[in-house]
């Protein structure tokens, strides 16, 4: 669990994982990254409170988010890790023993995963994620999204050690870290909904409430991320890499259409048509259409 400014939200957060009913032991690690609220004095209460339960992080100054989050991972000693942002909770009393017992009876997967009830603040609205969500996905299923919300994941740890140096400049960190556990074996699906996702204002990576620029900075990050995970996994997945990286510069051109910036649109086009051939007819009528009389390269119309 890593946490910043989560006061409001950190006591349910903990009891989550507090009420976990297992055959086997557990431990709750929490990485505190020196918040401005009272998130840390709470999380203290409860490492005094139970500790052999909780194990906390506190380092002396911000490290953010990424470095926060994999040296949490790398505290974690035990066989599977289970993932709880400081905002969110489970629900399920057995959710732990649920999920360890899937992997346990099935040694070819490496993550499972379930429903969350996904609550918009502070309006209130509600929805559940992954509807129709197949009970079994592949590597190449979160190269087109990641449909893994971050309370709901269980996964074998040690898949990757050391984690790679590139996660640390990620925006985000759940996705890159799904898809390199994807590389060592199958995902599953639970269809139950075990745990809520916040999403607020305050939450680290929340589009729905972010700022323009914040979005485009996350779009390029992820782009270098994704590049560097191709490199990490020898290109096995290239074109399938290739075409969610097409995706974020298509994402970055519809702000850019947005903002009324045609040269950034043009640029950021190109450099999808680049990632991702089979969106020619798409890129050449961009060319066309925010540059009038401009010369699309020749190796692109052939069409």
């Known amino acids: 669990m890593i946490a910043y400014n989560h006061a409001d939200f950190i006591v349910q957060a903990i009891e989550g994982v507090l009420m976990q009913k297992t ?19 709470i999380i203290k209460k409860y490492g005094e409170t139970f500790p052999e339960k909780i194990r906390l992080l506190l380092p002396d100054t911000n490290v953010g988010m990424m470095k926060n989050f994999l040296q949490t991972l790398d505290a974690c000693k035990g066989e599977f890790i289970a993932l709880c942002e400081g905002d969110d909770y489970w629900t399920d009393e057995l959710k732990l023993q649920k999920q ?29 994620s992954n509807l129709d969500q197949p009970p079994v996905s592949t590597i190449k299923d979160l190269f087109r999204e990641n449909f893994i919300f971050t309370a709901t994941c269980l996964f074998r740890n040690h898949l990757v050690a050391p984690y790679p140096a590139f996660l640390l400049k990620a925006a985000i960190g759940d996705w890159p870290l799904h898809i390199l556990n994807a590389h060592k074996g199958k995902i599953g699906f639970l269809p139950e909904v ?3 996702y ?36 020898n290109y096995s997945y290239h074109k399938n890499i290739q075409q ?15 903002e009324k910036n045609k040269k950034e649109a ?24 925010l540059v009038p009389g401009s010369r699309v390269p020749q190796k692109f119309l052939k069409i």
């Open 23 to 41: 055959d086997f032991p557990f431990e709750l690690i929490i990485g505190e990254d020196c918040s401005t609220d009272a998130t840390r004095s």
């Open 198 to 233: 916040r999403v607020h204002s305050g939450g680290a990576i929340s589009t729905a409430y972010a700022s323009t620029a914040k979005v485009k900075t996350m779009l390029t990050k992820n782009v270098a991320t994704f590049q560097a995970l191709d490199a990490f996994l």
């Open 100 to 128: 360890v017992d899937f992997l346990d009876q099935n040694p070819d997967f490496s993550i499972s995963f379930h429903r969350a009830r996904i609550v918009m603040e502070p309006s209130g609205n509600e929805e559940t």
């Open 244 to 258: 969610t990286i097409s995706g974020f510069y298509l994402h970055l051109v519809k702000i850019n259409l947005q």
């Open 194 to 196: 075990m745990a809520t």
């Open 266 to 289: 043009v640029q950021n086009s190109y450099k999808a048509l680049q990632a991702n051939s089979s969106i020619k007819r798409w890129a050449v009528w961009l060319f066309l259409t």
